[in-house]
Nanobody, 127 residues
Framework: QVQLVESGGGLVQAGGSLRLSCAAS????????MGWFRQAPGKEREFVAA????????YYADSVKGRFAVSRDNAKNTVYLQMNSLKPEDAAVYYC????????????????????WGQGTQVTVSS
């Protein structure tokens, strides 16, 4: 079983950048497809980005495409979400998620496909 801990959230002005990190412990992250989701107050948790086990395949929600970039460093057991050109509507609690899979190039966009979740990190964007 893997444990996930997100960090890097905070308050940023619109147009600014943040980099979120998701550190894993308990199991090697290279066995897991990873995803980032977010949840704003009063809204359902939504998909943001996903990355395959080998890091070669990534996928993004339309709302963040071109502004966010997901990456991973399996040697450090960490996944990142670089967020640029932030908008007030990006404000939310951001969660990383993991699911073990034998496929090295699969990306998963539905939250029910993920088995493990972090506790979340708050991102606030001021206008």
């Amino acid at each position: 079983q893997v444990q996930l801990v997100e960090s890097g959230g905070g308050l940023v002005q619109a147009g600014g950048s943040l980099r979120l990190s998701c550190a894993a412990s308990g199991r090697t992250l290279s066995s897991y497809a990873m995803g980032w989701f977010r949840q704003a107050p009063g809204k359902e948790r939504e998909f943001v980005a996903a990355i395959s086990r080998n890091g070669y395949i990534t996928y993004y929600a339309d709302s963040v495409k071109g502004r966010f970039a997901v990456s991973r460093d399996n040697a450090k057991n960490t996944v990142y979400l670089q967020m640029n050109s932030l908008k007030p509507e990006d404000a939310a609690v951001y969660y990383c998620a993991a699911t073990i899979t034998p496929a090295t190039t699969v990306v998963l966009t539905h939250l029910e496909r993920y088995d493990y979740w972090g506790q979340g990190t708050q991102v606030t964007v001021s206008s």
